[in-house]
């Protein structure tokens, strides 16, 4: 068996879905290579990670007595073989409050943990430590694969794995699906976690094999008293970012929103599942207006950023607009110059916007010019979603009262009085034009700043005329606009976006508004583990790719178009069920599968060819499988490897072969003559227990 490519040197780095064999070779090459350490290293990684775990004490409130920290437990690897993060001795104490502790150790072997190759002396450096954390350190690992099934029904337009998709299951086991047809392909990641305020009733249900992980099931949902509440949350989270990583390519770049709860704890779980160094910046979303007599009056959140590799992504993110904006602003300056009076300037702006018009994407709506500058009119004076402030405003030359929006307006009389006397409102011919704000080109948004301000409520109005014939959809979705702004920055025309934690599906309405507005082929992948999966989820997809009927937006009204497959996941592909012939996957699911744990990769299913058993290549190797989804040809000879098959394999395709059949007939030297290698299926287990 051949590494894959590229392999990383160290067991944290393990690519999770190493075959087993793989697992057991790198598994020893690493002890090996430990015992080659310096001895100052090797001190290091056994501070790092002491045989035998302290024994565990009582919580701070004296209830809880976390099993987790027990000799026997902890004594052994973690699932998967990567040696786990062993406690030290000062995390032994739970966190006062039962918190988890952040501590400092000598990371000498720091850079391997985010898979590098390299050996750094970078000090002390903080080390995040939780309750379970070594179960779950690489629980990712031991999750059994499960393939994707489409549904054609629930999907719009034909079912393909590789294009839009929406699955429905707990993203964990989804996150695993997807990676043999999507490890390194993903370019932007966003998720939107359950933020752990103690209010929204999220569930720890990992199926981790330890006895402390199985006693957290019976403690949900999660809530505030919860002691343990913050140590949940990063089990939950600790092996899903590491996936993440493992899909993201080079140049992917990972957002997550956030609030105060588990901020920090999101970010040193970042700092060291992707490395410090990858952080590209953390933004304030300024969403609410708090007028309640407090303290300090919490008005935002966060979207935290990190890049697989930071040195790949572009040093400068400019969106689609930002040409376009600086086009504008060029125009503006030579009209405004070159025309004195107001009405001529008007009239120069009115004939170049028409012959430009169709090269303005979304700066369209630009129709407007005077002295300040060209401008639009916005409804960001108009009272999102439910009743704003109610008085009347008069129109400059009627003296009438202007029509009021649908829920008044969002700011108190003054401060529109204020922009009135600063020119800043935006009137129709009469009264009868609700009024808007002047929104200047120059104040156009094309970089993706640390602070970003807009209404929270957008996000529910926007669910709510997508669904205008139900009372309430679901409890605070993102609006389109931030994750939009967020995608814009960091994709390609051409990115794969992934959100797992997708609710009513934002994010896939996003992806499709950005391709409608700048003609991008950016696809979306959507997780969510809930039944709504198929009827707010998947139904908010095909309604913005359908459209609303009278939906206010023209575009909506119209549909964005698209496609998407709607995906369950389907059994796990378990060593048992195959052992017994019970459940045999077809060649593509297996094949998918196998390719990319013997290499790495990504499976490229357009390259597969059953009936001569064809994967694909990888570095120079082609990888062959003989299998049928049958017990009787599994059984057969015809399912092992023979010497006149290897020799059909080498004239077939030049270079060299791995084989996977359930036996071979041949010995290893003469396959190596033949530069193949052979890697048994464990249905040879079952020839052996039927003999
Ligand atoms: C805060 S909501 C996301 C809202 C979304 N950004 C929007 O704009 O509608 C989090 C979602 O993640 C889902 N979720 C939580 N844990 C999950 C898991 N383990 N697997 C799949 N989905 C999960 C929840 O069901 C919920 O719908």
Partial sequence: M?????????????????????????????QQRLLQRPLHIRLVMSLKHPVDLPQPRSSVRGTRRSPVLGRT??????????????????????????????????????????GRDRITDTGVMPELQFVGKEFVWNHHLSVPYRPLNPD???????????????????????????????????DVVYIDPPYNTGKESWRYNDNVKSPMAQEWLDGNPVNKDDMLRHDKWLALMYPRLKLFRELLSEEGVIFASIDDNELYHLRLALDEIFGETNWVGTIVWRNVTDNNPTNIAIEHEYVICFAKEKSQIATVWRTSESAIKERLVAVQQELIDSHEDDDSLRAAYRVWFKENKWELGTLDRYKFIDRDGIFTGSQSVHNPGREGYRYNVLHPVTHLPTRQPLFGYRFPETTMTRLMD??????????????????????????????????????????????????????????????????????????????????????????????????????????????YAYDLTAERVRRVIKGVPNHRDSSLAAGLGGEFTFCELGEALDLDSMLTGDRLPDFETLGGWLFHTATGLPADRSLFDESAGYLGEASGQHIWLRYQPDLNFLMSPNSALTMSAAQEYGSLREGRHL????????????????????????????????E
Avoid: C
Avoid at 74 to 103: D, K, N, V
């Fill in 422 to 531: 600063e020119g800043r409102l935006l009137f129709g011919e009469d009264e009868n034009k609700i009024v808007e704000l002047k929104v200047y080109a120059s104040e156009f948004e094309d970089k993706l700043p640390s602070v970003i301000t807009f209404d929270g409520r957008l996000g529910t109005s926007e669910l709510k005329a997508l669904f205008p014939e139900q009372d309430k959809v679901f409890d605070n979705p993102k609006p389109t606009q931030l994750i939009k702004q967020l995608i814009a920055a960091a994709s390609k025309s051409d990115s794969i976006v992934l959100d797992s934690f997708a609710g009513s599906g934002t994010t896939a309405h996003a992806v499709l508004a950005l391709n409608h507005e700048d003609g991008g082929q950016r696809k979306f992948i959507l997780i969510e583990g809930e039944d």
């Fill in 152 to 186: 054609v029904e629930a999907s719009v337009g034909e079912t393909s794995l590789t294009g839009n998709l929406v699955v429905h299951g707990d993203n964990l086991h989804a996150l695993k699906a997807l990676l043999p047809g999507y490890a390194g392909k993903i």
């Fill in 2 to 30: 051949t590494a894959r490519p590229g392999a990383p040197h160290h067991p944290a780095d393990h690519h999770p879905m190493v075959h087993p064999l793989v697992t057991m070779t790198r598994r020893a090459i690493w």
């Fill in 73 to 114: 437990e902890g004594g052994g690897r973690a699932e998967g073989g990567s040696a786990p993060p062993r406690l030290s001795p000062r995390t032994s104490r739970p966190g006062r409050y039962g918190r988890p502790l952040i501590q400092s150790v000598w990371r000498l072997a720091r850079a391997s943990d985010v």
């Fill in 659 to 690: 084989v996977f059949a359930t036996s071979k007939f041949v010995t290893h030297q003469k396959l190596a003559a033949l530069s193949v290698e052979f890697s048994p299926l464990p249905f040879s287990l079952y020839h052996v227990s039927t």
